[in-house]
Protein backbone atom coordinates (compact mmCIF):
# COMPACT_ATOMS: atom_id res chain seq x y z
CA UNK A 1 0.00 0.00 0.00
CA UNK A 2 3.02 2.33 0.31
CA UNK A 3 2.15 5.04 -2.18
CA UNK A 4 -1.54 4.41 -2.75
CA UNK A 5 -4.16 7.14 -1.52
CA UNK A 6 -6.45 3.98 -1.68
CA UNK A 7 -6.70 -0.18 -0.62
CA UNK A 8 -9.45 -2.41 -1.43
CA UNK A 9 -9.41 -5.41 1.26
CA UNK A 10 -11.45 -7.86 -0.42
CA UNK A 11 -10.61 -11.26 0.75
CA UNK A 12 -11.95 -13.48 3.42
CA UNK A 13 -11.48 -17.24 3.66
CA UNK A 14 -14.98 -18.90 2.38
CA UNK A 15 -14.28 -22.89 2.05
CA UNK A 16 -17.12 -24.84 0.64
CA UNK A 17 -17.01 -27.15 3.63
CA UNK A 18 -17.32 -26.01 7.27
CA UNK A 19 -14.04 -26.26 9.19
CA UNK A 20 -13.83 -28.58 12.42
CA UNK A 21 -12.67 -25.25 14.69
CA UNK A 22 -14.20 -21.99 14.07
CA UNK A 23 -10.96 -20.14 14.11
CA UNK A 24 -9.60 -21.61 11.03
CA UNK A 25 -11.87 -18.86 9.39
CA UNK A 26 -12.09 -16.12 12.64
CA UNK A 27 -8.60 -15.99 12.79
CA UNK A 28 -7.25 -15.04 8.94
CA UNK A 29 -10.57 -12.97 8.42
CA UNK A 30 -9.63 -10.73 11.68
CA UNK A 31 -6.23 -11.01 11.98
CA UNK A 32 -6.02 -10.24 8.31
CA UNK A 33 -8.16 -7.21 7.99
CA UNK A 34 -6.22 -5.53 10.90
CA UNK A 35 -3.28 -6.18 9.04
CA UNK A 36 -4.44 -4.20 6.12
CA UNK A 37 -5.62 -1.19 8.27
CA UNK A 38 -2.46 -1.07 10.18
CA UNK A 39 0.05 -0.70 6.76
CA UNK A 40 -2.58 1.21 5.21
CA UNK A 41 -2.32 3.79 8.48
CA UNK A 42 1.49 3.15 8.62
CA UNK A 43 1.58 4.60 4.44
CA UNK A 44 -0.66 7.34 5.14
CA UNK A 45 -3.79 5.73 2.67
CA UNK A 46 -6.53 8.18 3.01
CA UNK A 47 -9.20 5.35 2.60
CA UNK A 48 -9.42 1.58 3.06
CA UNK A 49 -12.98 -0.02 1.71
CA UNK A 50 -13.50 -3.71 3.19
CA UNK A 51 -15.66 -6.58 1.46
CA UNK A 52 -17.72 -7.76 4.74
CA UNK A 53 -21.00 -9.16 4.23
CA UNK A 54 -24.51 -9.53 4.92
CA UNK A 55 -23.51 -12.13 7.23
CA UNK A 56 -22.28 -9.58 9.57
CA UNK A 57 -25.51 -8.08 9.38
CA UNK A 58 -28.58 -11.02 9.48
CA UNK A 59 -27.56 -13.32 11.72
CA UNK A 60 -27.59 -14.73 15.47
CA UNK A 61 -30.63 -12.57 16.10
CA UNK A 62 -33.17 -15.60 17.02
CA UNK A 63 -36.45 -14.63 17.70
CA UNK A 64 -35.70 -10.84 17.46
CA UNK A 65 -34.81 -10.64 14.10
CA UNK A 66 -36.42 -7.96 12.64
CA UNK A 67 -38.41 -8.07 9.58
CA UNK A 68 -36.25 -5.66 7.57
CA UNK A 69 -32.41 -5.41 7.78
CA UNK A 70 -30.58 -2.08 7.35
CA UNK A 71 -26.66 -0.78 7.97
CA UNK A 72 -27.29 -0.13 11.75
CA UNK A 73 -27.78 -3.69 12.47
CA UNK A 74 -25.23 -6.42 13.84
CA UNK A 75 -25.24 -10.35 13.65
CA UNK A 76 -24.67 -11.48 17.03
CA UNK A 77 -21.52 -14.10 16.62
CA UNK A 78 -22.27 -15.73 20.13
CA UNK A 79 -25.28 -16.63 18.85
CA UNK A 80 -24.00 -20.28 17.23
CA UNK A 81 -27.20 -21.87 16.62
CA UNK A 82 -28.20 -19.53 14.17
CA UNK A 83 -24.29 -18.81 12.74
CA UNK A 84 -21.76 -20.79 10.44
CA UNK A 85 -17.75 -20.05 10.75
CA UNK A 86 -18.29 -17.63 7.78
CA UNK A 87 -20.88 -15.56 9.24
CA UNK A 88 -19.27 -15.30 12.45
CA UNK A 89 -16.13 -14.74 10.83
CA UNK A 90 -17.46 -11.77 9.18
CA UNK A 91 -19.06 -10.14 12.24
CA UNK A 92 -16.15 -10.67 14.10
CA UNK A 93 -13.55 -9.08 11.71
CA UNK A 94 -15.73 -5.89 10.86
CA UNK A 95 -16.59 -5.16 14.46
CA UNK A 96 -12.65 -5.66 14.34
CA UNK A 97 -11.84 -3.03 12.01
CA UNK A 98 -14.36 -0.09 13.10
CA UNK A 99 -12.91 -0.73 17.01
CA UNK A 100 -9.29 -0.24 15.25
CA UNK A 101 -10.92 2.84 13.26
CA UNK A 102 -12.35 4.39 16.40
CA UNK A 103 -9.18 3.38 18.84
CA UNK A 104 -6.25 3.77 16.49
CA UNK A 105 -7.26 5.09 13.14
CA UNK A 106 -5.60 8.69 13.45
CA UNK A 107 -7.38 10.23 10.31
CA UNK A 108 -7.67 6.70 8.26
CA UNK A 109 -10.99 6.25 7.32
CA UNK A 110 -13.12 3.21 6.38
CA UNK A 111 -15.89 2.46 4.29
CA UNK A 112 -17.36 -1.34 4.46
CA UNK A 113 -19.14 -3.53 1.58
CA UNK A 114 -22.25 -5.53 2.97
CA UNK A 115 -23.16 -7.48 -0.06
CA UNK A 116 -25.69 -10.04 0.01
CA UNK A 117 -25.13 -13.53 -1.99
CA UNK A 118 -23.04 -12.46 -4.72
CA UNK A 119 -23.66 -14.30 -8.34
CA UNK A 120 -22.44 -13.20 -11.59
CA UNK A 121 -19.84 -14.50 -14.38
CA UNK A 122 -17.09 -16.45 -13.12
CA UNK A 123 -13.55 -15.96 -13.99
CA UNK A 124 -12.49 -19.70 -13.95
CA UNK A 125 -13.77 -22.75 -13.20
CA UNK A 126 -12.65 -22.72 -9.78
CA UNK A 127 -16.10 -21.17 -8.55
CA UNK A 128 -16.81 -19.49 -4.80
CA UNK A 129 -18.76 -21.18 -2.72
CA UNK A 130 -21.85 -18.63 -3.22
CA UNK A 131 -21.88 -19.77 -6.62
CA UNK A 132 -22.68 -23.48 -5.82
CA UNK A 133 -26.16 -21.88 -5.33
CA UNK A 134 -26.91 -22.27 -8.62
CA UNK A 135 -23.99 -24.86 -9.59
CA UNK A 136 -25.22 -27.53 -7.80
CA UNK A 137 -28.54 -27.77 -9.17
CA UNK A 138 -27.33 -27.06 -13.11
CA UNK A 139 -24.93 -29.90 -11.82
CA UNK A 140 -27.90 -32.20 -10.99
CA UNK A 141 -26.40 -32.52 -7.42
CA UNK A 142 -29.81 -32.20 -6.15
CA UNK A 143 -33.01 -33.74 -6.42
CA UNK A 144 -35.15 -30.59 -5.44
CA UNK A 145 -34.65 -27.42 -4.01
CA UNK A 146 -33.72 -26.63 -0.11
CA UNK A 147 -36.75 -24.29 1.66
CA UNK A 148 -33.80 -21.60 1.53
CA UNK A 149 -33.80 -17.90 0.39
CA UNK A 150 -31.35 -15.22 -0.12
CA UNK A 151 -30.64 -11.99 -1.39
CA UNK A 152 -29.28 -11.67 -4.62
CA UNK A 153 -26.26 -9.68 -5.90
CA UNK A 154 -24.33 -9.21 -9.37
CA UNK A 155 -20.66 -9.62 -9.39
CA UNK A 156 -20.22 -6.29 -11.30
CA UNK A 157 -22.72 -4.43 -9.13
CA UNK A 158 -20.53 -5.03 -5.98
CA UNK A 159 -17.46 -3.96 -7.75
CA UNK A 160 -18.94 -0.63 -8.38
CA UNK A 161 -20.20 -0.37 -5.46
CA UNK A 162 -16.50 -0.67 -4.07
CA UNK A 163 -15.35 1.50 -6.62
CA UNK A 164 -17.77 4.24 -5.38
CA UNK A 165 -16.92 3.68 -1.49
CA UNK A 166 -13.34 4.86 -2.54
CA UNK A 167 -13.92 7.81 -3.93
CA UNK A 168 -17.10 9.48 -3.11
CA UNK A 169 -16.82 11.56 0.12
CA UNK A 170 -20.07 10.01 1.91
CA UNK A 171 -18.92 7.14 1.63
CA UNK A 172 -16.46 7.49 4.58
CA UNK A 173 -17.29 5.78 7.92
CA UNK A 174 -20.46 4.11 6.70
CA UNK A 175 -21.63 0.42 5.86
CA UNK A 176 -23.31 -0.10 2.77
CA UNK A 177 -25.95 -3.42 1.98
CA UNK A 178 -25.25 -4.20 -1.90
CA UNK A 179 -28.02 -6.33 -2.78
CA UNK A 180 -31.59 -6.15 -5.07
CA UNK A 181 -33.72 -8.90 -3.53
CA UNK A 182 -34.47 -11.77 -1.76
CA UNK A 183 -35.15 -14.93 -3.64
CA UNK A 184 -36.20 -18.78 -2.61
CA UNK A 185 -34.40 -21.57 -4.16
CA UNK A 186 -37.49 -22.51 -5.45
CA UNK A 187 -37.95 -19.29 -7.59
CA UNK A 188 -34.32 -19.32 -8.68
CA UNK A 189 -34.81 -22.99 -10.24
CA UNK A 190 -38.08 -21.52 -11.91
CA UNK A 191 -35.25 -18.82 -13.70
CA UNK A 192 -32.43 -21.66 -14.49
CA UNK A 193 -35.20 -23.47 -15.93
CA UNK A 194 -36.19 -20.41 -18.22
CA UNK A 195 -32.44 -19.63 -19.03
CA UNK A 196 -31.56 -23.34 -19.77
CA UNK A 197 -34.44 -25.22 -21.10
CA UNK A 198 -32.46 -27.96 -22.03
CA UNK A 199 -31.37 -29.32 -18.90
CA UNK A 200 -32.86 -31.71 -16.32
CA UNK A 201 -33.00 -28.89 -13.57
CA UNK A 202 -34.94 -29.95 -10.43
CA UNK A 203 -38.46 -28.63 -9.18
CA UNK A 204 -40.08 -28.55 -5.91
CA UNK A 205 -38.89 -28.53 -2.46
CA UNK A 206 -36.82 -30.96 0.07
CA UNK A 207 -37.92 -31.25 3.69
CA UNK A 208 -35.60 -29.61 6.53
CA UNK A 209 -34.86 -32.69 7.43
CA UNK A 210 -33.97 -34.92 4.30
CA UNK A 211 -31.71 -31.90 3.83
CA UNK A 212 -29.83 -32.40 7.09
CA UNK A 213 -29.46 -35.83 6.02
CA UNK A 214 -27.88 -34.93 2.44
CA UNK A 215 -25.64 -32.62 4.41
CA UNK A 216 -23.77 -36.01 5.31
CA UNK A 217 -22.78 -36.98 2.01
CA UNK A 218 -22.68 -33.51 0.53
CA UNK A 219 -21.07 -31.12 2.99
CA UNK A 220 -21.64 -27.99 0.87
CA UNK A 221 -24.88 -28.33 2.39
CA UNK A 222 -24.14 -27.71 6.05
CA UNK A 223 -23.39 -23.88 5.18
CA UNK A 224 -27.17 -23.36 4.91
CA UNK A 225 -28.46 -25.58 7.74
CA UNK A 226 -28.97 -22.63 9.86
CA UNK A 227 -31.05 -20.94 6.88
CA UNK A 228 -33.54 -23.41 6.19
CA UNK A 229 -36.83 -21.80 6.49
CA UNK A 230 -35.55 -18.35 7.01
CA UNK A 231 -35.85 -14.84 5.48
CA UNK A 232 -33.51 -12.16 6.17
CA UNK A 233 -34.82 -9.54 3.94
CA UNK A 234 -33.14 -5.67 3.85
CA UNK A 235 -33.37 -2.39 3.10
CA UNK A 236 -30.80 -1.72 -0.17
CA UNK A 237 -31.84 2.55 0.44
CA UNK A 238 -28.45 3.58 1.43
Known sequence: VEGCAY?????????????????ELIRPA???????????????????VMTSSMAAIGYGWGDQR?????????????????????????????RAAWDYIDAEGKGLE?????????????????????????????EGKLPAYPKLSFGIVDVRDVAEAHLRAMTSAEAAGKRFIVGDRVMW??????VLREAYPDRKIPKGVLPNWL???????N?????ILPELGQERDFSNDR
Not at 30 to 48: I, S
Open 110 to 138: LAVINPVAVLGPAMSEDVSSSLQLISQPL
Open 7 to 23: AQHVASPFPEVQPKNDD
Open 211 to 217: VRLLSFA
Open 185 to 190: MEEVGA
Open 219 to 223: PPLKQ
Open 30 to 48: RDGALRVLKAARAAGVERV
Open 66 to 94: PAKFDESHWSNADNISDNTAYTRSKTIAE
